[in-house]
């Protein structure tokens, strides 16, 4: 199967959309060549600023910019989520300014550049804001969607992008703050979102090779989250596993927490990064290390099971 990183198709986006909207601003914080915002910039030279190693100016500035008329797309490495926050807070989500963060390297698959640069927090983060919605895409094909999507929204978005290549799915009906089902079943539900998609399907064939009927449902977006299909699975299924490449905290298994709380009877359980940060590390081996590979999740759902 074909793979790109996200971060990859996150940059191509840009550009597209840069064709589309003149309206369209870029604005990095001195890593366009791995957040891949340098195509846009080579396309629209004009139209990029290169803010320097300096995060909060760069939101700052975004946030003047929207108020312009413009559309600006923030990028840096979603570690530094937490240097600018502050910015994110006051400057644009307590105004509700129309400006867009797609900020790439988030979790453990970042590698070798250890648990100081793995973003394990971001989504919690962003969630937490008043009226921001926050995409995690899985593949190449739905951060096409995100961006697009971003930028017609009126307000704040967070796009979480990954620096490894992962599988490219066909391309799947896409609406903003509605799941996806990928697979029906009766046994258990895995919901999942992020490149963790393709270690979520291998835990459904692991799950399927002991005659277990698992369904499976993806989360493009966790901001406005899809209570309804998770309730609607929960109840179908008994079991819920939340499959994610963020802590345990914050993420997607306290937005299904939050949708099954006063529901129902479930047996339900995260997976994830268990309230501990990230170490250097080959990529497939950190997964191992933290208990996400297909093989393992898949292996934890059936012991639960």
Do not use: W
């Not at 990859?8 to 791995?34: F, I, S, T």
């Not at 299909?229 to 490449?245: I, M, P, R, S, W």
């Amino acid at each position: 199967m074909e793979k790109k990183a996200v971060r990859v198709a996150y940059g191509e986006a840009l550009v597209r959309l840069g064709a589309k909207n003149d309206k369209v601003v870029v604005l990095d914080a001195d890593l366009a060549q791995a957040t891949m915002t340098k195509d846009f910039k080579a396309a629209y030279p004009d139209r990029f600023y290169d803010c320097g190693i300096a995060e909060a100016d760069m939101v700052d500035i975004a946030a003047g910019m929207s108020t312009m008329g413009l559309i600006p797309f923030c990028s840096t490495f979603a570690v530094f989520a937490g240097r600018s926050y502050d910015q994110i807070r006051n400057g644009v989500c307590y105004p509700h300014f129309n400006v867009k963060f797609g900020f790439s390297h988030a979790g453990i698959t970042l590698g070798e550049d250890g648990g100081s640069h793995q973003a394990i927090e971001d989504l919690a983060l962003m969630r937490v804001l008043p009226g921001m919605t926050v995409f995690a895409p899985s593949d190449a094909n739905e951060c096409y969607q995100c961006v697009e999507a971003a930028a017609k929204i009126d307000g704040p978005v967070y796009i979480r992008t990954a620096r490894l290549p992962s599988p490219i799915y066909d391309e799947r009906p896409f609406e903003v703050g509605k799941g996806q089902v990928l697979r029906d079943g009766k046994d258990c539900v895995i919901m999942t979102c992020g490149i963790m998609l393709e270690h979520a399907l291998e835990a459904v064939e692991v799950l399927k090779a002991q005659g277990k009927d698992p369904a499976l449902l993806n989360f493009h977006t966790l901001k406005p989250f899809d209570d309804a299909l998770a309730l609607a699975y929960a109840q179908k299924t008994g079991n819920v596993f939340t499959v994610e490449e963020h802590s345990v905290i914050g993420g997607l298994g306290d937005a299904v927490a939050a949708a099954l709380c006063g529901k129902g009877c479930f047996s339900f359980e995260k997976i994830g990064i268990n309230d501990i940060f990230g170490q250097s590390g080959k990529p497939a081996d950190l997964l191992v290390e933290y208990g996400l590979s297909g093989k393992q999740i898949g292996e934890r759902i059936l012991a639960r099971l």
